[in-house]
């Protein structure tokens, strides 16, 4: 059975909207052409996936299809600027953000240089003395060490003052980003960036592909052939492992290149020559296994992030850059306690939070946002606890830690609601604010807070549609439980790798009864393991978190779910199951 141990199962308040989408007219002629089934085909025109050359490269992708590092922008003039450097032997710093996709990011510039011999050091933040981006404090302390070329990753691309006090101090600046530009760009020698011109096929590039791409550009400046030279296509063969867990983990779109990326990067992961994967995957307990995106997000990404959360990610990075076996493995583990510490962390801060929720009422249908702000409530872990209030209560949600000085508050919201656009139209109450459409950070005065929340709530009044408000399931499909043969859901992994823009399928069906009776399992019993029918099939079920629903499902005669269904591997027998996404009773 899937491992499920990195979730948090929280239970709903309110029922789901189900989208079931149609079966297509031309499934069966799309199935045909591509020589798949009609289920694998209907999916497949879901993603938008709807002609058989597209159809052909999505179900069989090759690293060739990735698109040429010349063609992002800025890329050229970053990667010789950063020749000159190293010819001149100018000391160069790599500047990254504190999570995943700034770990493997620096990681990839990193070794890179390292391997070219040039003078190269990283510096990372610290998530709550310097918060997130490029900092005027760090940018000083880093000039007057004698940093000549600063590279950021991940962050730099609103950064305005920073990048001017970098130009003042003689400090040469490129950036490399994904996120929004703000008011402008700011001044360096390169700027590379997918969004910054509308040419680029691929503007939804995690900071970790955009260090691919640099570290391509670099591989190819420094080979004299067309192709790359031995140790430059050994290290970029790693480095797809580093970019496919920074994009996993940042949650772009697993579409286009993103998806050929992570999918060959997937692959190339439990044989990665990096002695700190090989650490980190057995840290979390992965060895021997073959890894998929669920792996990378579930449980390899939390104890890489632990470290930015609950001490410095400077050890995250230590970790994908070291060459000692010893060293790799102390750190891995030091990381996956850390991560169960956050765990813990999170766990108290969030039955806080829900007991707030409760006593101020705040999940009244009434309320369109929830703000909620608490002591000493741990600034690595409140964007988790953000997360997990969305998930139960589906609303936009803001978390505030108060500690000493400034207040530092994190952001999370639903699909169709902008909480960027939401924060800044109340900025007159912030210090700074940052993020996307999904995912924002702010600082702010104490006193600012009950005005910020009144404001903040007014806007999502006028600007939140009921509509929002309801958790929506997208299926693909409803079909009978008689299709899901062992030989159809295994086709179904040809879609993989899941993730945001490339969801896991989900299926339907109508009026399904129990074949036996259901049984709670797992440590705290939350977790149902349960046989359905519909009449002519029976298929045993698990619903992650549905263990309240047990007598329910015993006192109806039927009803209906919608699942996503995998092949089930126990003591060496498998069987088709289906991992319950929800239950509805009519």
């Not at 879609?495 to 036996?516: D, M």
Request: net charge negative; proline share 4%; aromatic share 6%.
């Amino acid at each position: 059975m899937q491992d499920r141990d990195e979730m948090t199962f929280i239970a709903r308040t309110q029922k789901k909207r189900w989208v079931i989408q149609p079966i297509n007219a031309r499934c069966e002629e799309f199935a045909k052409s591509l020589r798949v089934s009609p289920l694998l085909a209907q999916v497949l025109i879901n993603r938008g996936v709807t002609d058989v050359p597209q159809g052909r490269v999505f179900l069989k992708s090759k690293l060739t299809e990735l698109i040429e590092p010349a063609k992002m922008p800025g890329v050229e003039a970053a990667a010789k600027r950063i020749k000159e450097a190293i010819e001149k032997k100018e000391k160069i710093t790599v500047y990254g953000d504190y999570d995943v996709d700034g770990i493997t990011g620096v990681t990839i510039l990193w070794r890179v240089l390292t391997l070219l011999e040039a003078d190269v050091d990283y510096y990372i933040p610290h998530r709550i003395e310097e918060g997130y981006g490029l900092n005027a404090e760090a940018v000083e302390t880093l000039a007057k060490n004698g940093t000549n070329l600063l590279i950021t990753v991940d962050c730099g691309i609103t950064a305005l003052e920073s990048a001017n006090l970098a130009d003042s101090l003689g400090l040469d600046l490129i950036i490399t980003d994904h996120h929004e530009p703000s008011h402008g760009l700011p001044k360096a020698v390169a700027i590379v960036h997918p969004a910054i011109e509308k040419s680029y096929p691929n503007p939804d590039s995690s900071g970790s592909m955009v260090a691919f791409k640099l570290a391509w550009a670099i591989a190819n400046e420094f080979s004299r052939g067309a192709k790359l030279e031995p140790a430059f296509r050994d290290f970029m063969l790693n480095a797809t492992t580093l970019a496919a867990i920074g994009t996993v983990a940042d949650v772009v779109a697993l579409t286009g290149e993103n998806r050929i990326l992570t999918s060959y990067g997937l692959k190339a992961l439990p044989h990665c020559e990096l002695c700190g994967i090989q650490s980190l995957i057995e840290s979390a307990g992965l060895t021997g296994q073959g890894l998929d995106s669920y792996h990378i997000g579930f449980r390899l990404a939390p104890i890489l992030n632990a470290a930015g959360r609950m001490g410095h990610a400077r050890l995250a990075v230590e970790l994908l850059t070291t060459d000692s076996n010893v060293r790799s493995v102390k750190i891995a583990e030091y990381l996956k306690q850390q991560n169960a510490d956050r765990r813990q962390c999170e766990r108290k801060i969030l039955k806080q939070a829900f007991e707030v929720i409760l006593q101020k009422q705040l999940n009244h249908p009434d309320h369109k946002s929830i703000v909620l702000a608490g002591n000493e409530w741990h600034s690595g872990v409140i964007g988790i606890v953000a997360s997990r209030v969305v998930d139960k209560y589906y609303r936009p949600t803001i978390i505030f830690n108060i500690a000493d000085g400034t207040v530092q508050g994190s952001a999370r919201s639903v699909e169709g609601f902008d909480v960027l656009a939401a924060i800044s139209a109340c900025s007159e109450h912030l210090i700074s604010f940052g993020g996307h459409r999904m995912a924002a950070g702010i600082t702010i005065e104490h006193d600012k807070i009950p005005r910020f929340i009144s404001d903040f709530e007014a806007y999502a009044q006028q600007n939140l549609s009921e509509d929002c408000l309801i958790d929506t399931i997208k299926i693909d499909a409803e079909i009978p439980l008689g299709i899901l043969k062992r030989e159809a859901v295994t086709e179904l992994e040809r879609l993989a790798p899941f993730g945001q823009g490339n969801p896991a399928p989900i299926f339907a069906t109508k009026g399904v009864r129990l074949a036996e009776s259901p049984r709670r399992v797992g440590a705290k019993s939350d977790h149902l393991q349960l046989a359905v029918t519909d009449n002519k099939t029976t298929i045993r079920c698990i619903g992650f978190g549905m263990g309240k629903l047990e007598k329910k499902l015993v006192e109806r005669d039927s009803f209906s779910i919608a699942y996503q269904p995998q092949i089930n591997s126990f003591n060496g027998f498998s069987n088709v199951q289906l991992v319950l996404s929800d239950v509805q009773f009519e």
